[in-house]
């Protein structure tokens, strides 16, 4: 749990700092990790990384969500917040300890997004999403 504390306190930190460390999170994601020039800096572009694929991913189980009645947009909740469970809890371990710890749980949580990303978007797997019922307003 301490892991999922560490950009809160990376973002009090830089406040603090006077920006010292924001450059880097202010660059393109792709090259953010090769620039930064500190432990600090490393840590703000995994939190940015990670941001940008937990809101792709957020849009992709929108976009599965929207097709589905009641029952089966329990089923997905459920699905949606065991797999969140899982991330945290593999990447809490993965993390490792140490200064290197917030970078490590950002970038694996940014691959286990994009990952689930993947999955949400090969739904269905048998059928086009244009053959299914239409995108149902709601929540």
Same mark, same amino acid.
């Given at each position: 749990m301490i892991v999922?504390?560490?950009?809160a306190?990376?973002?009090?930190?830089? %406040?603090? %700092?006077?920006?010292?460390?924001?450059?880097?999170a202010d660059q393109d994601p792709a090259t953010c990790l090769q620039t930064a020039g500190n432990q600090m800096q490393l840590n703000l572009c995994a939190a940015a990384i990670e941001r940008i694929e937990e809101e792709k991913m957020t849009r992709s189980y929108n976009d599965v969500a929207?097709? %589905?009645?009641?029952?089966?947009k329990k089923q997905l909740e459920a699905s949606q917040n065991a797999w969140r469970a899982y991330r945290m809890a593999w990447c809490d371990f993965d993390a490792g300890g140490g200064s290197i710890s917030g970078l490590n749980a950002g970038l694996c949580s940014a691959d286990l997004a994009r990952d689930r990303t993947r999955v949400l978007d090969s739904w269905p797997a048998n059928v086009t999403r244009d053959r299914l019922a239409p995108c149902r307003p709601g929540p």
């Open positions: 999922r504390r560490i950009p306190a990376i973002l009090f930190l830089t %406040l603090c %700092l006077g920006g010292q460390g924001s450059d880097a929207c097709h %589905l009645d009641p029952a089966e």
